[in-house]
Protein backbone atom coordinates (compact mmCIF):
# COMPACT_ATOMS: atom_id res chain seq x y z
CA UNK A 1 0.00 0.00 0.00
CA UNK A 2 2.99 2.63 0.77
CA UNK A 3 4.64 1.55 -2.42
CA UNK A 4 1.35 2.13 -4.12
CA UNK A 5 1.33 5.54 -2.47
CA UNK A 6 4.36 6.65 -3.01
CA UNK A 7 4.23 5.66 -6.68
CA UNK A 8 0.62 7.70 -6.95
CA UNK A 9 2.43 10.85 -5.00
CA UNK A 10 5.76 10.61 -7.63
CA UNK A 11 2.78 10.27 -10.67
CA UNK A 12 1.02 13.38 -9.36
CA UNK A 13 4.34 15.22 -8.80
CA UNK A 14 5.36 14.90 -12.10
CA UNK A 15 2.47 15.84 -13.69
CA UNK A 16 2.45 18.97 -11.41
CA UNK A 17 6.00 19.81 -12.23
CA UNK A 18 5.44 19.23 -15.86
CA UNK A 19 2.39 21.24 -15.82
CA UNK A 20 3.71 24.45 -14.31
CA UNK A 21 6.25 24.27 -16.41
CA UNK A 22 3.82 24.69 -19.43
CA UNK A 23 2.44 27.65 -18.04
CA UNK A 24 5.28 29.48 -17.24
CA UNK A 25 6.40 29.21 -21.18
CA UNK A 26 3.05 30.28 -21.72
CA UNK A 27 3.17 33.24 -19.25
CA UNK A 28 6.77 34.46 -20.35
CA UNK A 29 5.69 34.38 -23.97
CA UNK A 30 2.70 36.11 -23.10
CA UNK A 31 4.86 38.46 -21.02
CA UNK A 32 6.76 38.79 -23.97
CA UNK A 33 4.69 39.38 -26.53
CA UNK A 34 3.33 42.76 -24.31
CA UNK A 35 6.42 44.08 -23.55
CA UNK A 36 6.94 47.51 -24.09
CA UNK A 37 9.74 47.11 -26.47
CA UNK A 38 6.58 46.73 -29.17
CA UNK A 39 5.36 49.85 -30.16
CA UNK A 40 1.25 50.15 -30.51
CA UNK A 41 1.04 49.53 -34.23
CA UNK A 42 3.25 46.74 -33.99
CA UNK A 43 1.02 44.80 -31.06
CA UNK A 44 -2.22 45.83 -33.90
CA UNK A 45 -0.52 43.81 -36.02
CA UNK A 46 -1.25 40.92 -33.75
CA UNK A 47 -4.39 40.64 -35.16
CA UNK A 48 -3.10 39.42 -38.07
CA UNK A 49 0.24 37.36 -37.43
CA UNK A 50 -0.55 35.99 -34.01
CA UNK A 51 2.65 35.70 -32.98
CA UNK A 52 2.01 34.33 -29.64
CA UNK A 53 -0.13 31.12 -31.38
CA UNK A 54 2.81 30.68 -33.74
CA UNK A 55 5.28 30.66 -31.86
CA UNK A 56 3.74 28.37 -29.35
CA UNK A 57 2.67 26.01 -32.64
CA UNK A 58 6.65 26.08 -33.54
CA UNK A 59 7.21 24.96 -29.73
CA UNK A 60 9.23 28.00 -28.50
CA UNK A 61 10.43 27.82 -25.04
CA UNK A 62 12.43 30.81 -23.01
CA UNK A 63 15.72 27.95 -22.83
CA UNK A 64 16.03 27.54 -26.36
CA UNK A 65 18.66 28.58 -28.83
CA UNK A 66 16.60 30.50 -31.26
CA UNK A 67 17.57 31.39 -35.32
CA UNK A 68 15.20 33.98 -36.73
CA UNK A 69 16.30 34.58 -40.71
CA UNK A 70 16.16 38.31 -41.74
CA UNK A 71 14.08 39.82 -38.88
CA UNK A 72 14.29 43.22 -40.84
CA UNK A 73 13.42 45.81 -38.89
CA UNK A 74 12.62 43.42 -35.79
CA UNK A 75 9.16 42.75 -35.56
CA UNK A 76 9.44 39.24 -34.44
CA UNK A 77 12.60 40.39 -32.48
CA UNK A 78 10.70 42.36 -30.14
CA UNK A 79 9.07 39.29 -28.66
CA UNK A 80 12.11 36.48 -29.31
CA UNK A 81 14.83 38.06 -27.85
CA UNK A 82 13.11 38.79 -24.27
CA UNK A 83 11.87 35.68 -24.31
CA UNK A 84 15.04 34.27 -24.69
CA UNK A 85 17.47 36.36 -23.43
CA UNK A 86 17.44 35.35 -19.45
CA UNK A 87 18.23 31.70 -20.58
CA UNK A 88 18.32 31.14 -23.98
CA UNK A 89 19.79 33.03 -26.77
CA UNK A 90 18.34 34.38 -29.99
CA UNK A 91 20.28 34.72 -32.90
CA UNK A 92 19.49 37.18 -35.75
CA UNK A 93 20.42 36.24 -39.40
CA UNK A 94 20.49 39.43 -41.47
CA UNK A 95 20.83 40.75 -44.47
CA UNK A 96 24.28 39.73 -45.92
CA UNK A 97 25.84 43.17 -47.40
CA UNK A 98 28.04 43.68 -50.75
CA UNK A 99 28.39 45.59 -53.69
CA UNK A 100 25.37 44.23 -55.05
CA UNK A 101 22.71 44.87 -52.30
CA UNK A 102 19.89 47.74 -51.91
CA UNK A 103 20.00 50.74 -50.00
CA UNK A 104 16.98 48.99 -48.01
CA UNK A 105 18.84 45.97 -47.17
CA UNK A 106 21.70 47.84 -45.83
CA UNK A 107 19.59 50.93 -43.93
CA UNK A 108 17.98 48.01 -42.36
CA UNK A 109 20.94 46.11 -41.07
CA UNK A 110 22.54 49.81 -40.20
CA UNK A 111 19.46 49.98 -37.87
CA UNK A 112 19.35 46.66 -36.39
CA UNK A 113 22.82 47.02 -35.44
CA UNK A 114 21.79 50.43 -33.84
CA UNK A 115 19.49 48.49 -31.45
CA UNK A 116 22.03 46.24 -30.67
CA UNK A 117 24.63 48.58 -29.10
CA UNK A 118 25.21 49.11 -25.49
CA UNK A 119 22.26 50.66 -24.20
CA UNK A 120 19.91 49.39 -27.01
CA UNK A 121 16.66 47.73 -26.83
CA UNK A 122 18.84 44.53 -28.16
CA UNK A 123 22.03 45.27 -26.68
CA UNK A 124 24.67 42.07 -26.45
CA UNK A 125 22.31 39.78 -29.51
CA UNK A 126 24.16 38.27 -31.47
CA UNK A 127 23.92 39.01 -35.50
CA UNK A 128 25.27 36.65 -38.25
CA UNK A 129 24.21 37.17 -41.71
CA UNK A 130 22.45 34.63 -44.77
CA UNK A 131 22.03 34.82 -48.32
CA UNK A 132 21.33 31.76 -49.86
CA UNK A 133 23.95 32.04 -52.58
CA UNK A 134 26.85 33.52 -50.47
CA UNK A 135 26.30 33.48 -47.02
CA UNK A 136 24.71 30.08 -45.22
CA UNK A 137 26.62 29.56 -41.82
CA UNK A 138 23.88 31.62 -39.72
CA UNK A 139 24.65 29.96 -36.36
CA UNK A 140 27.55 27.11 -35.50
CA UNK A 141 27.02 23.69 -36.67
CA UNK A 142 24.08 21.57 -34.65
CA UNK A 143 23.88 24.52 -32.31
CA UNK A 144 20.07 26.26 -32.75
CA UNK A 145 16.76 24.33 -31.24
CA UNK A 146 14.71 25.82 -33.96
CA UNK A 147 15.42 28.35 -36.69
CA UNK A 148 12.61 30.10 -38.28
CA UNK A 149 11.29 32.67 -40.98
CA UNK A 150 8.61 34.45 -41.38
CA UNK A 151 7.85 35.47 -45.23
CA UNK A 152 11.11 35.56 -46.64
CA UNK A 153 11.24 32.43 -48.80
CA UNK A 154 9.23 34.33 -52.03
CA UNK A 155 12.57 36.51 -51.40
CA UNK A 156 15.16 33.52 -52.36
CA UNK A 157 12.54 32.25 -54.80
CA UNK A 158 12.63 35.54 -57.31
CA UNK A 159 16.16 35.52 -56.62
CA UNK A 160 17.09 32.15 -57.42
CA UNK A 161 13.88 29.99 -57.65
CA UNK A 162 14.09 26.60 -56.30
CA UNK A 163 17.66 26.06 -56.10
CA UNK A 164 17.96 29.28 -53.63
CA UNK A 165 15.50 28.16 -51.08
CA UNK A 166 16.47 24.30 -50.85
CA UNK A 167 20.09 26.17 -50.37
CA UNK A 168 18.27 28.14 -47.68
CA UNK A 169 16.63 25.06 -46.14
CA UNK A 170 20.00 23.28 -46.18
CA UNK A 171 21.82 25.96 -43.92
CA UNK A 172 19.16 26.29 -41.48
CA UNK A 173 19.51 22.33 -41.51
CA UNK A 174 23.28 22.20 -40.57
CA UNK A 175 23.00 24.86 -38.42
CA UNK A 176 19.96 22.94 -36.10
CA UNK A 177 20.48 20.16 -33.17
CA UNK A 178 19.06 16.94 -34.43
CA UNK A 179 15.21 16.86 -33.65
CA UNK A 180 15.14 20.74 -34.25
CA UNK A 181 12.59 22.73 -35.29
CA UNK A 182 11.99 24.68 -38.33
CA UNK A 183 9.05 27.10 -38.33
CA UNK A 184 8.04 28.68 -42.18
CA UNK A 185 5.28 31.26 -42.14
CA UNK A 186 4.78 32.09 -45.75
CA UNK A 187 1.98 33.77 -48.11
CA UNK A 188 0.59 31.04 -49.80
CA UNK A 189 -0.42 30.86 -53.25
CA UNK A 190 -3.64 28.16 -53.86
CA UNK A 191 -2.03 25.04 -55.41
CA UNK A 192 -4.46 25.73 -58.54
CA UNK A 193 -2.63 28.95 -59.77
CA UNK A 194 0.57 28.68 -62.12
CA UNK A 195 3.75 28.16 -60.67
CA UNK A 196 5.07 31.50 -62.88
CA UNK A 197 3.28 33.03 -60.32
CA UNK A 198 5.76 32.25 -57.75
CA UNK A 199 8.32 34.54 -59.67
CA UNK A 200 6.77 38.03 -58.90
CA UNK A 201 3.60 37.63 -56.95
CA UNK A 202 5.20 37.54 -53.65
CA UNK A 203 2.90 34.35 -52.72
CA UNK A 204 4.40 30.77 -52.76
CA UNK A 205 2.56 27.36 -52.92
CA UNK A 206 2.78 25.05 -50.36
CA UNK A 207 3.75 21.56 -52.10
CA UNK A 208 6.88 24.04 -53.62
CA UNK A 209 7.54 25.15 -49.95
CA UNK A 210 7.20 21.28 -48.48
CA UNK A 211 9.21 20.01 -51.37
CA UNK A 212 12.14 21.87 -51.09
CA UNK A 213 12.38 21.26 -46.98
CA UNK A 214 11.97 17.73 -47.83
CA UNK A 215 14.84 17.99 -50.30
CA UNK A 216 17.12 19.52 -47.98
CA UNK A 217 16.56 16.73 -45.35
CA UNK A 218 13.47 17.84 -43.09
CA UNK A 219 10.12 16.45 -42.13
CA UNK A 220 6.97 17.93 -42.04
CA UNK A 221 5.26 17.46 -38.73
CA UNK A 222 3.43 19.57 -38.51
CA UNK A 223 0.59 22.52 -40.55
CA UNK A 224 -1.18 25.24 -38.80
CA UNK A 225 -4.21 27.52 -40.12
CA UNK A 226 -2.91 29.77 -37.42
CA UNK A 227 -2.44 32.78 -40.27
CA UNK A 228 -4.92 31.61 -42.89
CA UNK A 229 -6.85 34.83 -43.96
CA UNK A 230 -9.55 32.99 -46.47
CA UNK A 231 -10.79 36.34 -47.94
CA UNK A 232 -7.24 36.71 -49.92
CA UNK A 233 -7.88 35.27 -52.98
CA UNK A 234 -3.77 36.06 -53.77
CA UNK A 235 -4.42 37.69 -56.86
CA UNK A 236 -4.18 41.28 -56.38
CA UNK A 237 -2.42 43.78 -58.98
CA UNK A 238 0.57 44.39 -57.36
CA UNK A 239 1.04 40.95 -55.53
CA UNK A 240 0.89 40.75 -52.15
CA UNK A 241 2.06 44.00 -51.68
CA UNK A 242 -1.10 45.10 -52.77
CA UNK A 243 -2.82 43.91 -48.83
CA UNK A 244 -1.89 46.00 -46.32
CA UNK A 245 0.63 46.77 -45.11
CA UNK A 246 2.21 47.58 -48.15
CA UNK A 247 -0.92 49.06 -49.77
CA UNK A 248 1.18 49.92 -53.32
CA UNK A 249 -1.53 51.15 -55.02
CA UNK A 250 -2.02 53.92 -52.12
CA UNK A 251 -5.54 55.30 -52.22
CA UNK A 252 -6.96 53.41 -55.07
CA UNK A 253 -9.38 50.72 -53.74
CA UNK A 254 -7.59 50.76 -50.46
CA UNK A 255 -11.07 50.14 -48.05
CA UNK A 256 -11.21 46.61 -50.19
CA UNK A 257 -7.49 45.86 -49.60
CA UNK A 258 -7.84 46.98 -46.22
CA UNK A 259 -11.07 44.88 -45.82
CA UNK A 260 -9.28 41.96 -46.77
CA UNK A 261 -6.49 42.46 -44.59
CA UNK A 262 -3.00 40.63 -44.26
CA UNK A 263 -2.26 38.25 -46.77
CA UNK A 264 -3.24 34.32 -46.34
CA UNK A 265 -0.42 32.81 -44.89
CA UNK A 266 1.17 28.83 -44.26
CA UNK A 267 2.25 28.26 -41.00
CA UNK A 268 4.37 25.02 -41.25
CA UNK A 269 6.92 23.21 -38.21
CA UNK A 270 9.70 20.83 -39.81
CA UNK A 271 12.08 18.73 -37.88
CA UNK A 272 15.36 18.06 -38.43
CA UNK A 273 15.41 14.03 -37.59
CA UNK A 274 17.01 12.79 -34.69
Do not use: C
Request: net charge negative.
Amino acid sequence: MKTTMRVIAASFLAATTAMTTVNASADALQDAAKNDLRSADAKARDEFRHPQQTLRFFGIEPDMTVVEIWPGGGWYTDILYPLLSDDGEYIAAHFFIDEESGGYYKKSLANFKQKAMAGGPYEGVTITTFHPQKALDIAPQGSADAVLTFRNIHNWYMGGERDAVVSAFSSFYKALKPGGTLGVVEHQLPEGAADEDMKSSGYMKKSFVIDAAKAAGFELVADSAVNANPLDTADHPRGVWTLPPSLRLGEEDQDKYMAIGESNRMTLKFVKPE
